[in-house]
Nanobody, 122 residues
Framework: QVQLVESGGGLVQPGGSLRLSCAAS????????MGWYRQAPGKQRELVAS???????NYADSVKGRFTISRDNAKNTVYLQMNSLKPEDTAVYYC????????????????WGQGTQVTVSS
């Protein structure tokens, strides 16, 4: 089982920046892809960015050029640097991790964080 704890959300003015962090802990063999999703009121949860264990990245078109996802495998932590924030980026941001569980079962699993609020407003 993997537990994810997010931090770094808050209130920021349009054009500002925030950096989200998500640290994984627990008992596991490896963590594979990690990603950030967001859900605005009345909307479905959507992928913002993802990163593989080999640092391959994928971004939603709406955030390309503004957001950067990165990870520190030694710390089992994924980051989301958000620049040039817009009011439409306002949402609860969730961290996700796909993992392989610990021995002896090595079960494949996926965990979610509790979410962190990002509000972009003047």
């Amino acid at each position: 089982q993997v537990q994810l704890v997010e931090s770094g959300g808050g209130l920021v003015q349009p054009g500002g920046s925030l950096r989200l962090s998500c640290a994984a802990s627990g008992s596991f063999f490896s963590i594979n892809a990690m990603g950030w999703y967001r859900q605005a009121p009345g909307k479905q949860r959507e992928l913002v960015a993802s990163i593989t264990s080999g640092a391959g990245t994928n971004y939603a078109d709406s955030v390309k050029g503004r957001f950067t996802i990165s990870r520190d495998n030694a710390k089992n932590t994924v980051y989301l640097q958000m620049n040039s924030l817009k009011p439409e980026d306002t949402a609860v941001y969730y961290c996700n991790a796909d993992y392989i569980g610990a021995a002896p079962r090595f079960r494949i699993g996926s965990s979610w964080g509790q979410g962190t609020q990002v509000t972009v407003s003047s």
